[in-house]
């Protein structure tokens, strides 16, 4: 990179022996290495995180742009990708990066700095087909996706005792209904496994069996049919009673899913 020469006039000195140029990628290895694992780092189990190459690969997409999901298997240690909806041939695969639950704005810029989420963390301006959507039909996505994250707010104070079982669900079926309108269908084995929890808290044994079997379905979506939280979930919907969380609150019919 650089030698030592005599200078007329100065002595010695040093010269560069080739180009430099300013934070030069080759003097910053370390740096840029870490960079990269940053950017592309994914869980890979209980304080773990891995490289993978070819799901590296994964652009992202809002809301309902995107139509992926992955997960780590421990019992198979890999990473696993499991597809959302329909995919056609020829048709990007796209992940998420971020909670999309959010208005467009609100993803774009990260809270307080004036300055956009996705493109200080990966270096891109979103431009999926949610973000691309006129003014008027990206409005009506974002009360869409903010009412949605008041109602996963309002479900949450279930667990201290704010709300009942009844009206529990009842948050979760409205979720379900305006996802189903936007088009999110991310997390949803989750969402189906809470209200299980619900109905079996409160020794609603068909609710209990309805939603634990809805929670397998979309957790077999999510991360696939071989895996604990399926096997637990169908133990459950053949007998609620053997729930952990069976009986624990007052005895309430709380009801299950509509669709």
């Known amino acids: 990179m650089f030698h030592v020469s005599d200078i007329p006039g100065k002595g010695k000195g040093v010269l560069a022996a080739r180009d430099i140029k300013n934070l030069d990628p080759k003097e910053h290895v370390d740096r840029l290495a870490l ?6 780092a994914v869980s890979a189990g209980k304080d773990t995180v891995g490289i993978f190459p070819t799901m590296a690969r994964l652009n992202h997409g809002c809301s309902s742009a995107f139509n992926v999901v992955y997960s780590w298997r421990n019992e198979h240690e890999g990473l696993f ?81 704010d709300i009942d079982g009844i009206q529990a669900i009842n948050y979760v079926r409205e979720i379900w209904e305006i996802e189903d309108e936007e088009g999110y269908w991310s997390e949803r084995g989750q969402l189906a496994a809470d209200a299980a929890w619900v109905a079996a808290s409160h020794s609603d044994a068909s609710a209990a069996q309805a939603w634990a079997l809805k929670a397998a379905e979309w957790f077999t979506y999510e991360i696939g049919a071989d895996t604990p939280q399926v096997r637990s979930l169908i133990t459950v919907g053949d007998r609620p009673q053997s729930h952990n969380a069976w009986g624990t609150r007052e005895k309430l019919e709380v009801g299950g899913p509509k669709y």
């Open 35 to 40: 960079a990269i694992f940053e950017t592309n």
């Open 81 to 161: 990708v499991h597809a959302l909806k329909d995919i056609k041939k020829g048709q990007e695969l796209l992940t998420t990066y971020t909670d999309t639950k959010r208005p467009r704005e609100e993803r774009r810029k990260l809270i307080p700095e004036d300055r956009a989420y996705l493109t200080q963390q990966y270096g891109f301006k979103c431009t999926c087909d949610v973000c691309a959507l006129p003014d008027g039909l990206s409005q009506a996505s974002d009360r869409r996706l903010s009412k949605i994250s008041e109602l996963y707010r309002k479900f949450a104070t279930w667990g201290n005792m």
